[in-house]
């Protein structure tokens, strides 16, 4: 099974960084604040629905399942032509950001009333982090 094969290092290399992306991209002095004001609230006082450990944890969760993904996709692509190194690594990441995740969420955004800052500001963190993540297992693998 080609998940045996993954360079697991890189995986979890490219987790750390897509995961550091993430607290960078939505930290309080970048993307948080005007994301929270596009969705209606104030920054200041966020809804509170779920625990952190549970916002953490799932964040995490979800962007090691993405990281995989992109280790998957880089592994036979690898297999069917050589390494692809750090530059293909990205240009996946990259491809898989805009292409799936920034493609496939904004009906869910603009039906959900959520409008394009909040998608672009949303997806814009998750294209980023893939496309470094794809450097990374690029450079490692």
Do not use: C
């Not at 290399?13 to 939505?26: D, K, L, M, N, R």
């Not at 969705?39 to 979800?62: R, S």
């Not at 690594?89 to 955004?109: E, I, T």
């Not at 963190?125 to 990374?136: I, Q, S």
């Amino acid at each position: 099974m080609f998940l045996l094969e993954l360079n697991w290092l890189g995986v979890l290399a490219g987790f750390a960084v897509y995961f550091i992306t993430g607290a960078i991209w939505f930290g309080p002095k970048t993307f948080y604040p005007a994301w929270m004001r596009a969705k209606g609230h104030d920054p200041e006082n966020p809804p509170g629905e779920h625990g952190m450990a549970v916002v953490f944890g799932m964040t995490a969760l979800g962007a090691l399942v993405q990281v995989v993904a992109l280790a998957s996709v880089l592994w036979f692509i690898a297999d069917a032509q050589g390494p692809v190194g750090p530059l293909g690594g990205a240009l996946a990441g990259l491809s898989l950001g805009v292409g799936l995740v920034a493609a496939s969420s904004l009906s869910h955004r603009l039906f959900g009333g959520d409008g394009f800052k909040v998608w672009a500001i949303e997806v814009g963190g998750d294209v980023v982090g893939l496309t470094l993540a794809g450097l990374v297992i690029g450079l490692i693998g």
